[in-house]
């Protein structure tokens, strides 16, 4: 099954796409998707659009799982413009009939390190020892991404015996 893993951000956007296999997993890429911050929102928001169908066009995937929105009570306006990113995400999944999982941040680091509170660094470590890499993923935002995707690969898998 191969499944793309989404961070979603208007400035940053991390992506991954695993394959997995039973309970092993394959990383086939990684990134981040980046606009302008001194570009127009509806500008940001189509470049956005743009590069996801590039990456369901390339590989196929059968599940996109996606970061839910986190909004901090003294940053409100963060959680709104990152709904906006999110929408233009969630939209594109739809148009190629790839159904989306949404997970919480705790969910997802939980399903990885049996921590829901673990640590950014927890999480690059859990990533890198899981998939084999040479180092821990970074930025911050790619290592979410394929965290997202793992954990919905985790849960397609239902719970470990």
Same mark, same amino acid.
């Given at each position: 099954?191969?499944?793309?893993?989404i961070?979603?951000?208007?400035?940053?956007?991390?992506?991954?796409?695993?394959?997995?296999?039973?309970?092993?997993?394959?990383?086939?890429e !990684?990134?981040?998707?980046?606009?302008? !911050?001194?570009?127009r929102?509806?500008?940001?928001?189509?470049?956005?659009?743009?590069?996801?169908t590039?990456?369901?066009?390339?590989?196929?995937?059968?599940?996109?799982?996606?970061?839910?929105?986190?909004?901090?009570?003294?940053?409100?306006?963060?959680?709104?413009?990152?709904g906006?990113?999110?929408?233009?995400?969630?939209?594109?999944? !739809?148009?190629?009939?790839?159904?989306?999982?949404?997970?919480?941040?705790?969910?997802?680091?939980?399903s990885?390190?049996?921590?829901?509170?673990?640590?950014?660094n927890?999480?690059?470590?859990?990533?890198?020892?899981?998939?084999?890499?040479?180092?821990?993923?970074?930025?911050?935002?790619?290592?979410?991404?394929?965290?997202?995707?793992?954990?919905?690969?985790?849960?397609?898998?239902?719970?470990?015996?």
């Amino acid at each position: 099954m191969r499944i793309l893993g989404i961070d979603p951000g208007l400035n940053l956007c991390g992506y991954a796409v695993i394959e997995s296999s039973g309970r092993s997993f394959k990383l086939r890429e !990684a990134g981040v998707l980046r606009t302008k !911050a001194d570009t127009r929102l509806e500008v940001r928001l189509q470049q956005i659009a743009s590069d996801i169908t590039i990456i369901l066009e390339n590989f196929h995937p059968e599940l996109m799982a996606v970061e839910q929105l986190y909004s901090h009570y003294q940053h409100p306006q963060t959680a709104v413009l990152m709904g906006h990113a999110r929408g233009v995400i969630l939209q594109k999944a !739809a148009s190629f009939k790839i159904p989306v999982e949404s997970f919480a941040a705790t969910r997802i680091k939980k399903s990885l390190t049996g921590n829901g509170r673990a640590t950014k660094n927890q999480m690059q470590l859990s990533i890198q020892s899981l998939l084999n890499l040479k180092s821990m993923p970074e930025p911050a935002d790619v290592a979410d991404a394929i965290a997202a995707a793992l954990c919905g690969a985790n849960a397609m898998l239902g719970p470990k015996y």
